[in-house]
């Protein structure tokens, strides 16, 4: 009897802090899972002529920066690629549209925050 009241006790225990542990993982990231994977907006005014039709915005550190680099060049895409860090003309323009980390990618009318793939590839269909 004594036995099956401390089982009960320790499940009870491991039900109540595994369910803490799965609430504060949803309370962090949610934020991240609901936010949209892009904004629209009218960005020509960043665009130095015609011809560009993406910008990224990076750092030389940045993982990131360097899988999108990777992914462009693969694809054999075009891009304008500003160092925030080298370029002060860079880190206005990314302050001024808000930026908060790199990479931050332009496509068209698209803003994209972070490497997000899908969502580049999706911006660059829409773009031809």
């Known amino acids: ?9 320790i499940i009870f225990y ?6 803490g542990l799965v609430s504060g993982y949803l309370i962090v990231n949610l934020p991240q899972w609901l936010k949209p994977s ?5 960005y020509s005014e960043y665009f ?26 693969e694809k ?3 891009f304008s690629d500003f160092d925030i860090e080298k370029s002060e003309k860079a880190k206005r323009e990314f302050n001024q549209l808000g930026g ?4 931050l990618i332009i496509i068209g009318n698209r ?10 590839e999706a911006a660059l269909e829409k773009l031809n």
């Open 1 to 9: 009897m004594i036995f099956l009241s401390k089982i009960k006790k």
């Open 14 to 19: 491991i039900f109540i802090l595994s369910s």
């Open 38 to 42: 892009y904004i629209e907006g009218n």
């Open 48 to 73: 130095q002529d015609t011809k560009t039709k993406i910008i990224f915005y990076s750092t030389s550190q940045c993982p990131y920066c360097a899988m999108t680099r990777k992914f462009f060049n």
């Open 76 to 78: 054999k895409i075009i």
């Open 100 to 103: 908060t980390s790199v990479p």
């Open 111 to 120: 803003r994209i925050d972070g490497f997000n793939q899908p969502a580049i």
